[in-house]
């Protein structure tokens, strides 16, 4: 098992550019999520997704959109890209059983100029 | 909302002794868990230890242990015979049971805990 993936792990965009992060986990898992990571700060939830078709926003889902097609895969998308995008991004997933834990991706560092 | 509140940014303790390291949260839920994470300079984000709200006894891995005090709304964590692998940030997160807790983890700002060797 490769767990969740990341891909790219850092990456830098100018003011206005539109990027795609990519997040696939093999756990077989039905919730995953999004996190922004700030320097100096805890996780904040962006978006998450419940199962295949099915997302719905978290605590700073602005300026970001994602979309949930199959189990494997969580792509998170960023248009017109600003400065304040600036941060750590995190993917996680978990299976549905009240007690399991979530597990990471390695994050994707991304640097708005 | 539910909030999680670490009131320490850093912390010093010298090898092989002791620390704790402070947790607060608020919420409405009477149904819930707790977890520390610790993120070494990887970023790779590592479960230490869970607490389950409805169980009284506090959980324990190894040399990690918690203090859970549901009234108080505190969910401290203690870390015995600290090793020079013990350092990171580590994070408080809480994480409702209702729905499946499908709406994902609130965690706190973290703490830096510093070895001494």
């Known amino acids: 098992n490769a767990g969740v993936t990341q891909t790219p792990k850092f990456r830098i965009l100018k003011i206005g550019q539109s990027m795609t992060l990519q997040c696939a986990q093999d756990?077989?898992?039905?919730?995953m999520y999004w996190y922004r990571q700030d320097p100096g700060m805890g996780l904040k939830l962006i978006y998450y997704?419940?199962?295949?078709?099915?997302?719905d926003k978290g605590e700073v889902p602005n300026g970001y959109n994602v979309s949930r097609s199959t189990t494997e895969d969580f792509p998170l998308r960023l248009e017109l890209a600003a400065p304040s995008q600036t941060s750590v991004y995190f993917c996680?997933?978990?299976?549905?059983?009240?007690?399991?834990?979530?597990?990471f991706g390695p994050g994707t560092r991304l640097t708005v100029l | 909302a539910q909030t999680v509140t670490q009131s320490q940014p850093e912390m010093s303790v010298q090898e092989a002794e002791t620390v704790t390291l402070s947790c607060t949260y608020d919420?409405?839920?009477?149904?819930?868990?707790l977890f520390w994470y610790k993120q070494p300079p990887s970023r790779q984000m590592i479960l230490v230890i869970r607490?389950?709200?409805?169980?009284?006894q506090n959980a324990t891995e190894n040399r990690f242990s918690v203090n859970f005090q549901k009234a108080a709304k505190s969910f401290s964590l203690k870390i015995s015979d600290s090793q020079l692998g013990d350092a990171a940030m580590y994070f408080c997160?809480?994480?409702?049971?209702?729905?499946?807790?499908?709406?994902?983890?609130?965690f706190g700002k973290g703490t830096h805990l510093i070895i001494q060797p």
């Open positions: 607490q389950e709200a409805y169980k009284q």
């Open positions: 997704s419940v199962g295949a078709g099915i997302t």
């Open positions: 996680a997933s978990r299976a549905t059983d009240y007690y399991n834990e979530q597990f």
């Open positions: 997160a809480y994480r409702r049971r209702s729905g499946g807790g499908a709406d994902g983890l609130t």
């Open positions: 919420t409405s839920e009477s149904d819930y868990y």
């Open positions: 756990m077989n898992h039905n919730y």
